[in-house]
């Protein structure tokens, strides 16, 4: 303890307009524990715990010293320490609304928009939603979209939440027409479409007019307590002693000054998203914390003759108001500066962190991916420096960034107060460039400030500058570089010349950090050839105003031809805007029948005011215990030993568990539960600690000595794996035709190779579970987030050596599965049943997101070779597919992807000869498991670059080669398997229509002869998506429903609530059946004990074979009604209940659905696998900067084929969802692996899900009209997956553009095709000058 122990000062600050007052609260615990663990306030939630996914967004309200108003601002809770708040307000969803009392009409607009579907992004959703409206009742769409660029949802594809909120915007500027039923989008290139009656469609997909108005007045108020706390503060230094760490909050600067000059090794927490992160994941420990945050000279800004002088204190928020402020009234030449910070600003992090992170903590932390330390540098930026001994300014140079020298750096006991940023002046040009994996919320790959000062009236160089971040352990200023080119004219000459010395005196290690050296450096001179251009542009315009000097004019600069221009545009954020067409249902249908209606989700308004309840939301209970899991170091190692002697001893540990606890079997001889002598993977779970808190069992777990001996091979690559023969289970073959034949007798024969690389699943809700010994029995309850309770309940009586009938497993509610929670939860249940058992206490094990991502795998990444033989028309005579997957360590699901993978192959193509082979390597990666799509979304990746690979070769467009080989009519597959396309022709040719293909096709074309460095791609994708599982078994569905006497109805299925609204189905099927009301019914959870046996909720089958199941329930109970109504026909339902009670008629049936007939026999490689096939049809526009390799979503538009969709905007919602999580895979999603197989990419820092801004700038989906299909019911069709693939659309019109660069440039096809296509491969792609120059340096 680095202070005496004292008695701590009291924390005072409000929640919900309740005070909180605190004695003893320890500085290391955050916001989100503190609301969570203490105030049992569960609606702010866990995701990340880095500041980076929103879903702990909560609104603080303060007083500011210096303006004396209050200010509301979101913040990421997981980052706030507790400490940081006396004082001010906390706000959280409970606070603004429930359905108790009154909901807000941000959480009513958010549900009915269906903008939620698992639920668990929506309170942070809502929060960001509710600090925006309190500031700006009717917000523009851009700051709607500001707000919310720092929340991250990965179901609903972002479109419906901001519907939700652009319903409180002033100036919509959607369609003006839509919702009259009519929308110019709807306008086709034929519209005489051949496709049903118009008028049956409908683009509504709630009712706007049913919305409470927004009330200001009716908000909650600042505490008067605070106020008069704040206006009468008395200027004590606070303190608060924790176990560990002592927080000190000073009330004035000298006692700031002199506090720092005492505690010289304390840092300084101002908005603790550079501090928080560090502590948490870097094991920074500090023991004592300084809190200035009361200290209002650190806040304020002041302007002087030559520029502004900013607090240190200062929000980047607020900064980014005041230089918008400067440059609303100065003249433009003297902002340049100022808007090179701002264009930074706006993509820097989320709302939530720019709220509270500090101009002061930005600079000091010298993060060398900081966006703004490159502009300050260029920017002869000063530092005001405070301490005890005085003042004292430095610049900020490249001396200060890179920290080396003394004098040129913060002492011990100093401070920065302020900091100085003089205006540009006339002849000076500033700009900055930044590009990352997305547009918003990621660090940047690299990032740049620029300046150059001409001699006065010419384009002489006198002073140049440029920084750059992300190249190398701090920010670097090119120095040598800029000196060299002083005195120079701005030319291109100069521009090869600046270039040549960039790269010189710019260099990047081959080992850099994160690799992608090539790229980084090609950022580096492409930035300034953009910068090169931009002041090219200016500064003509500047000298075209005066009268040229001479030697301007002896050597006139020609103008930059217009096609280069395109080069200085900056893609903006633009607001998404879309349509979604559904039919209507038949007039004739009664109104109490919701099937076919867009009914909200049943939690939808739970989810948005945070009273749904997921997994750990569930009140801690009696003795409960907290688990924490130990996981290998080494990816393939012989474990010598394990010492927790160390860790036992520990304050709050309780035991350690390990395999040799298990009273039953570890799991399978391959997949082990927990590892006995050998690791096979870095993740791999060795043993768990159990502990009395969460803190103290995860610090514990750090403490425990393994001992390992390295063992060979060591396997990561699929390459790697078929060098050493290393594969999971036989090779899956289905052949047609003669191939060998059919290559002999084509017109030309085309070979590539295709990589995919794999997934995250990303649900929001880690995975968790909660385990409750009882006292009689060995019964057990398992409350857990799981796609599968039953194969949970399965292993868990496996392991401990119990029957099934004691363990009752609970799934309320899912945040998310997407596959990751099948198989995974099962071994995660069964460890932490291990150890309920052994200690006696129940056991709570919640996975960080690190840890989830380390150990839970995901995708599989696949490999594939091809050779496609076809005609000079564009017919495919032959394919031949071998491609391998990597399993990772151990089988989970692989062998059953190998099979989807191979038998979806095909997609929509009838090519007469074909071989599909595929096989899942073993390697010693964490094992990857079930992904929406189940292979598919990597197979038919494979199939349709063949398809662009035969097009170049023919010069064929694509679309015409995928139209010629498209299944046209009744037609067996490639196992033989007899269906009919008509619906895949119908979603082609409305795709191809609405989405005016063939006109856009034209444009983009135009497009591209018209600009050089930005390029235009457009692609149209058909899709033929088989549903369910290849064996009857797996379809198999059991519901029980029971009526109670009062009329209400509890129905109960085999299906998990995922946030694909199984449940809000299945009551509108149980409300058509029973002829009630969908609020007489009630779903409580899924449990093992109400329906037994029960299959995974997955493969896109869940509300297809519970619907029959729930159906057939509620049949058997009408009939028995049927003579009671028949005798009582104008009687009410609660008459006719009450009438069956009397007469003893039972009210409660259970239902069951045997399954559909689904085989497959691999030896003779045919079968009937799957039930039936979704067809869709999807088309995307994009445009790539061919200098920095990032793009833009023009367009996308998709039909599908839904078939009678049970609720048209739950469907729309999965496929909406699924396409941007496609898109994801496709184009942002990238894992990173060490040499050493350590996953690096283990935060939302590192690995990007689309955000908010990535959604396609039109957005419109279509679902065809109704057709009937006698199999399932009521014609409906699941399409929880069917989407995933269509998300290639971009990827494709993403190659479409790089391939229209790589005509131009006079270079070769490529038919390497690599996914995702993230900036970097899209930026080496388009070879040019600047790549040629990288190589040859
Ligand atoms: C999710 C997330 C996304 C981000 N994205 C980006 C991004 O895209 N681009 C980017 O550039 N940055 C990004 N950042 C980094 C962010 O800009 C910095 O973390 C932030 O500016 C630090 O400010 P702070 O007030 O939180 O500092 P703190 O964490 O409070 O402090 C950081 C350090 O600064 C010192 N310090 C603070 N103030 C002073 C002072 N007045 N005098 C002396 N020392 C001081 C402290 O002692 C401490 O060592 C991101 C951060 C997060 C969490
Ligand atoms: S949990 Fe706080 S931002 Fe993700
Ligand atoms: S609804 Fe947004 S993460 Fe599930």
């Known amino acids: ?575 998404p805007q879309g349509v979604q067409t559904y039919q209507k249902v038949d007039s004739h249908q009664p109104l109490q029948d919701p099937v076919g209606r867009p009914v909200m989700h049943l939690s939808g308004l739970k989810h948005a005011t945070g009273e749904a309840i997921f997994c750990d939301d569930i009140p801690r209970v009696d003795k409960e215990l907290f688990m924490a899991l130990v996981t290998s170091t080494r990816a393939h190692a012989k474990i010598i030993s394990i010492d927790s002697a160390e860790v036992l001893a520990l304050p709050g540990v309780v035991d350690v568990v390990t395999a040799e606890d298990i009273p039953g079997t570890n799991g399978s001889e391959d997949e082990k539960l927990l590892a006995v002598d050998e690791v096979l993977c870095v993740g791999q779970v060795i043993c768990a600690v159990v502990a009395e808190t969460d803190v103290q069992a995860k610090r514990a777990v750090k403490k425990i000595k393994i001992t390992y001996e390295d063992l060979e091979p060591v396997v990561f690559t699929i390459e790697d794996a078929i060098k050493h023969n290393s594969f999971l289970c036989p090779e899956k073959k289905l052949e047609k035709g003669n191939i060998e034949e059919a290559f002999n007798n084509v017109d030309q024969i085309v070979e590539g190779e295709v990589h995919v690389g794999g997934q995250e699943h990303f649900y929001m809700e880690t995975q968790r579970v909660l385990v409750i010994p009882k006292s009689e029995d060995k019964e057990l309850d398992i409350y857990v987030s799981a796609q599968d309770p039953a194969h949970v309940q399965k292993t868990v009586s496996s392991t401990l050596n119990i029957p099934f009938n004691r363990i009752a497993c609970h799934v309320k509610r899912v945040g998310g599965g997407f596959g990751g929670k099948v198989v995974r939860p099962a071994a995660l249940g069964a460890i932490a049943a291990v150890g309920a058992t052994k200690t006696g206490h129940p056991i709570r094990l919640v996975l960080d997101r690190e840890d989830d991502m380390l150990i839970t795998g995901g995708r599989h990444p696949l490999f594939g070779k091809y050779k496609v033989g076809f005609m000079n028309n564009g017919r495919i005579k032959a394919l031949d597919i071998e491609c391998y997957i990597n399993g990772g360590c151990m089988l989970d699901d692989s062998e059953l992807v190998t099979e989807f993978l191979v038998l979806k192959l095909e997609n929509a193509y009838k090519i007469r000869n074909l071989r599909f082979r595929g096989r899942a390597c073993m390697t010693n990666l964490p094992s990857n498991t079930a992904f929406r799509g189940f292979g598919f979304p990597q197979g038919t990746l494979m199939t349709e670059s063949c398809i662009t690979a035969v097009a170049a070769k023919c010069g064929l467009p694509p679309e015409k080669i995928r139209e010629k080989n498209m299944y046209k009519t009744v037609d067996k597959t490639i196992y033989k398997q007899a269906f009919s396309p008509e619906a895949l022709i119908k979603c082609w040719n409305e795709c191809l229509d609405k989405s005016s293909f063939r006109s856009r096709r034209m444009h983009v074309e135009e497009f591209n002869k018209r600009n050089y460095w930005k390029k235009r791609g457009i692609a149209i994708v058909p899709m033929k998506f088989s549903v369910g599982f290849a064996a009857t078994s797996y379809h198999q569905a059991a519901a029980l429903v029971h009526i109670y006497t009062d009329g209400s109805v509890l129905v109960t299925h085999g299906g998990n609530e995922l946030g694909q609204g199984i449940h809000t189905k299945m009551l509108q099927v149980a409300s058509r059946e029973l002829r009630i009301p969908m609020s007489y019914m009630h779903i409580c959870e899924t449990s093992t004990v109400t329906v037994p046996n029960t299959i995974a909720t997955a493969a896109s089958i869940g509300a297809d074979v519970n619907g029959r199941a729930v159906q057939n329930a509620c049949q058997t109970l009408l009939k028995r009604l049927q003579p009671i109504i028949k005798k009582n026909p104008e009687g009410i339902w609660e008459d006719w209940i009450e009438a069956a009670f009397e007469q003893r008629i039972s009210l409660s049936a259970t239902g069951y659905f045997r399954g559909y007939k689904a085989f497959m026999n691999w030896e003779e490689g045919e079968g009937d696998p799957f039930p039936y096939y979704v067809y869709g049809a999807a088309c995307s526009e994009v445009e790539i900067d061919c200098l920095t390799g990032a793009h833009k979503k023009i367009r996308t538009d998709i039909v599908m084929d839904a078939c009678c969709s049970l609720n048209p905007a739950i469907d729309i919602g999965q496929i909406e969802g699924s396409f941007i999580q496609g898109m994801g895979l496709y184009t942002t999603e990238e894992l990173q692996y060490s040499p050493e197989g350590v996953l690096y990419t283990r935060s939302p820092d590192e690995y990007k899900i689309p955000t908010i801004t990535d959604v396609p700038e039109q957005f419109n989906v279509s679902l065809l009209p109704s057709s009937q299909t006698p199999l399932t019911i009521y014609s409906s069709k699941g399409l929880g997956e069917s989407g995933m693939f269509l998300g290639s659309s971009v990827f494709f019109a993403i190659t479409d553009a790089v391939a229209a660069a790589r005509r131009e440039r006079g270079l070769a096809e490529d038919f390497t095709v690599r996914s995702p296509a993230t900036p970097e491969w899209v930026r080496m792609a388009c070879a040019d000058r600047f790549t040629d120059m990288v190589g040859s340096h």
């Open 1 to 575: 303890m680095p202070c005496p122990p004292q008695s701590s000062d009291e924390l005072v600050f409000f929640v919900n307009g309740r005070k909180v007052t605190e004695s003893n609260v320890d500085p290391e615990v955050t916001l989100l524990a503190f609301l969570r663990k203490n105030l049992s306030l569960t609606g702010t939630k866990y995701a990340c715990g880095t500041g980076s996914c929103g879903a702990c967004t909560v609104m603080v309200s303060e007083h500011d010293p210096v303006s004396k108003k209050i200010r509301h601002f979101s913040v990421a809770a997981c980052l706030v320490p507790i400490c940081s708040l006396y004082g001010a307000a906390v706000t959280t969803v409970e606070g603004v609304g429930s359905i108790k009392t009154r909901i807000h009409p941000v959480q009513e607009r958010i549900a009915k928009s269906h903008g939620t579907q698992c639920g668990f992004c929506t309170p942070g959703m809502v929060m960001s939603m509710y600090t925006l409206l309190r500031n700006h009742p009717q917000p523009s769409e851009e700051q709607l979209m500001e707000a919310l660029g720092g929340n991250l949802c990965r179901c609903t594809g972002y479109r419906p939440i901001l519907e939700s909120g652009r319903t409180f915007c002033t100036s919509v500027s959607g369609c003006p027409q839509k919702g009259t039923g009519k929308c110019c989008l709807d306008q086709t290139e034929d519209d005489s479409s051949p496709l049903g009656d118009k008028h049956d469609m409908c683009t509504e997909l709630f009712a706007k007019e049913e919305f409470q108005p927004l009330d200001p007045t009716q908000e909650l108020i600042f505490p008067p307590e605070l106020l008069r706390m704040a206006e009468n503060s008395e200027k004590e230094t606070l303190t608060f002693y924790g176990e560990r760490v002592t927080w000190i909050s000073p009330g004035t600067l000298q006692d700031l000054l002199e506090l720092k000059a005492k505690h010289s090794e304390a840092p300084l927490v101002l908005g603790n998203t550079s501090l928080g992160p560090a502590m948490k994941s870097q094991g920074h420990f500090y023991p004592v914390l300084l809190s200035p945050a009361r200290i209002s000279e650190l806040r304020v800004v002041s302007t002087t003759s030559d520029g502004l002088t900013i607090g240190a204190g200062c929000s980047l928020a607020q900064v980014k108001d005041v230089l918008s402020e400067s440059i609303a009234q100065l003249p433009g030449e003297k902002t340049r500066t100022y808007r090179a910070l701002l264009k930074h600003l706006r993509s820097l992090a989320g709302q939530q962190v720019r709220n509270v992170a500090t101009l002061g903590g930005h600079i000091v932390s010298r993060h060398c991916y900081s966006d703004l330390n490159p502009i300050f540098a260029v920017g002869n930026t000063t530092l005001n420096l405070l301490s005890e001994e005085g003042t004292r300014q430095i610049p900020l140079d490249r001396h200060f960034l890179a920290g080396l020298t003394q004098s040129a750096d913060l002492k011990a006991q100093e401070i920065l107060e302020s900091v100085h940023l003089p205006y540009s002046q006339k002849w000076e040009f500033v700009s900055a460039f930044r590009q990352a994996q997305c547009h918003q919320n990621a660090l940047s790959h690299v990032n740049a400030g620029m300046r150059v000062l001409f001699k006065e009236g010419t384009d002489i160089i006198k002073d140049l500058s440029i920084a750059f971040g992300g190249a190398g352990p701090a920010t670097r200023i090119a120095h040598k570089s800029c000196q060299q080119l002083l005195g120079r004219r701005w030319n291109e000459m100069m521009v090869d010349e600046a270039c040549r010395l960039l790269l010189d005196e710019v260099s990047l290690p081959g080992s850099a950090l994160g690799g992608k050296v090539e790229f980084k450096r090609t950022l580096l001179v492409s930035f300034f050839f953009k910068f090169y251009l931009q002041v090219l542009q200016e500064l003509k315009a500047q000298l075209k105003l005066l009268s040229l000097p001479e030697s301007w004019d002896s050597q006139p600069h020609p103008d930059i031809a217009e096609r280069f221009l395109s080069a200085l545009e900056d893609f903006q954020v633009t607001i």
